[in-house]
């Protein structure tokens, strides 16, 4: 994991939330590219180990919210 100054470069930093809720839909996660998913998942602080098919539903549990039934 790479170390970065934080902005007042009084410490060190190794995350920082993006400013935006992920917007993607059920279908979109279902048709992404395993680099988008990695890139997604990356930027979030979220584990990027598993084949394909975990990432897909990984991502779909930690960012899609459940259906009302």
Excluded: C, I, V
Excluded at 8 to 23: E, N, T, V
Excluded at 40 to 64: E, I, P, V
């Amino acid at each position: 994991m790479e170390r970065k100054k934080d902005s007042r470069g009084d410490g060190d930093s190794f995350f920082q939330m993006p400013l935006h809720y992920p917007r993607f839909t059920r279908k979109d996660y279902q048709n992404m590219p395993e680099w988008k998913l990695d890139t997604l998942l990356r930027q979030y602080g979220l584990s990027t180990h598993g084949d394909l098919a975990y990432k897909r539903d990984f991502a779909m549990g930690a960012f899609l919210w459940p259906l009302n039934n």
